[in-house]
């Protein structure tokens, strides 16, 4: 073989070698690309199960019947659209393209209703727990700005009242009693907080709050929020309240039994907590002493001069 055959024949050699390398290196990038295809195939598939699933449970939850609609968020299909309408034009709720607006306030509501945890609702609406966070946040500001709709303005006792009852009482708003949320807060605050029976808790109104932590079961344990949002999670419960009985056409926990879990907790828990230093005494100040005294001393006067 002479040299120029020798020449033509390793040139034919590195051809068919660069040849070889571009075909596996082809191979290889078709099967890549096919991999990848069908990650994005395979993830594409899971999403709109996803998507499905969470559409069913809501569709389940909020339209299905007034009963699922009920034991799930406390009022019926019509109250539910009626507020998720209010939430939209008054509260300034949005539908973003990635949660609706029914999703956003069936979840927040759920969260009211049974105190839900978010890795409950993580699995149950195949959402991240960053997003059901930020949207139980945005329903929460949304119903906040519905307080001058949904609660009610208490009228004080005017100066010029007759009423044997309230005339003694001017510009206050009525009788109130207290009992107590638990609630969980920093070590530091908690002296701000702990009863007398040493408790963490929040004093609140007794009359209202036993019906409120019947259809509430967040204000019937503490959690572990922080405390502002604690505080705005309560009076979030009074306004669904006062929305229910205003769009609901039959409230049916109005006229139900209070059970013990429903009770007022706090000061009026039986049981004792040795492990720490309880308040005994909350000093009243004179000022208060004092025009308590006038207001029985001017009743007592009164009394007596109509029996004269």
Known sequence: MDDNHLIVVIKVMKAYIHLLLVLANFAKWLIEYEQRHTERRTLRQRTFTRFQIRSIEIQRITRQSDIICVNELRMDRNAFAILCELLKTRGGLLDDGNVTIEEQVATFVNILAHHTKNRC??????????????????VLSALLRLQDMLFNK??????????????????????????????????????????????????????????????????????????????????????????????????????????????????????????VESIDVVETSNEWTQWRDDIAQEMFESWMSSRV
């Open 121 to 138: 609702l993580q699995v149950r609406f195949y959402r991240s727990g960053e997003t059901i966070s930020r949207y139980v946040h945005r």
């Open 154 to 275: 208490a009228t004080p006792v005017e100066d010029d009242c007759t009423d044997k009852r309230w005339k003694w009482f001017k510009g206050c708003l009525g009788a109130i009693d207290g009992t107590y949320i638990e609630v969980t807060v920093p070590e530091s605050d908690k002296p701000r907080y702990r009863t007398r029976k040493g408790h963490i808790a929040i004093n609140v109104l007794e009359r209202c709050f036993g019906i409120l932590k019947k259809r509430w079961a967040i204000l019937r344990s503490p959690t572990f929020y922080p405390i502002k949002l604690q505080g705005r999670m309560v009076i979030a419960c009074a306004l669904l309240h006062n929305f229910i009985r205003t769009y609901m056409a039959l409230d049916t926990e109005e006229n139900t039994i209070l059970t013990l879990e429903d009770m007022p907790i706090g000061e009026e828990m039986s049981e004792s907590n040795d492990d």
